[in-house]
């Protein structure tokens, strides 16, 4: 019994931190996503036209549309009446589409889609870009829910990351957790979400696989919440954080000082596991069309980086036997 109370009490640290995996698309803005709509449409209209008697195709002004497009997006500089007067541009030539396209949609008839999926899919996602655009338009502003900043890849989401150089990111979230060097992801969500959320089942997580909670939890300070501190102290579990309300009368002694400051620089680690998955192994250059590809890469870097982990563990501990053996033989 005394030993089952020992193995149930907190051992061990897990360290906690969010990082964004960047799909490999082109910098999104509103004028490109409109310009590719349109052209989409057009393919669109065209492949419809085929299955049609109609002796004249339906005027769509590409050649009109595609130079007022590029009139503006070639300037260095591109004030706001400039681009308004784009975007109202595109979205007038979008919209007129679309009237073609349910036109010939209802001349074909049938019950599905007439074209391969491929056409289908395209058109709704165009659908979908008209809508958050033109809504943006009328409103004046610059962002909506759901915002579609690939057509050909419309599960990902921009993530405001506020870092400097790069405040905002395309890709999926990753709530990473280390355990002895060895990375896991807790987390992959295509939206944005606050990282707090990861830190109960990412300690649940560390109790799963070794039995026990963690000691102590190495976060940063967007984890610490009112409410994951009150739950992390009822299961005598430490966070590297700074505690709530007035410090403390009694200064820290010189061993308190030194431990704290060790065990917040040791959170420094799966930084450094972040920076090697992304300089090491891309991970921050996915270059995948499909959603599940993109998640399978991602997880293959972290298998990864944890083989090597792992040989790198391996070679230690061989190197440290064949040691400990010279030295006995020696004796």
Known sequence: EDDKKEEAKPKGKLQLDSTVSDIYIKYPTDLDLLNT??????????????????ELKP???????????????????KN?????????????????????????LDEVGGQQFPLPFKYQRYYWVIQQV????????RAHKHQCDDRIVSVHQPYI????????????EFGPKLGLSLDNGYTRINTLSWNAYHESKDFKQSVEAYRKIHGHYPELVQVDAIYPTRENRDWAKERNIRITAKPLGRPKREQETPYQKRKRKKENAERNHIEGKIGQGKNGYRMN????????????????IIFVMNL????SDMVKKKSKSSWLYTISVSY
């Open 130 to 137: 008209y809508r958050q655009q033109d809504e943006m338009f």
């Open 80 to 104: 706001k009446k400039v681009l308004r007067r784009a975007l109202k541009l595109q979205l007038n030539y979008l919209k007129r589409n679309f009237a073609y396209i349910e036109k010939m």
């Open 37 to 54: 709509s349109r052209e989409w449409s057009e393919d669109i209209v065209d492949e419809l036209f085929k299955k049609l008697d109609w």
């Open 308 to 311: 090597v982990r792992m040989e």
């Open 285 to 300: 250059q996915v270059r995948t069309r499909l959603k599940e590809t993109a998640e399978s890469w991602i997880s293959c």
């Open 59 to 77: 005027r769509t002004y590409r050649k009109v549309a595609r130079k007022e497009y590029l009139n503006v997006a070639k300037k260095k500089k």
């Open 157 to 168: 989401r921009p993530i405001v990351r506020g870092k400097s150089g790069t405040p905002v």
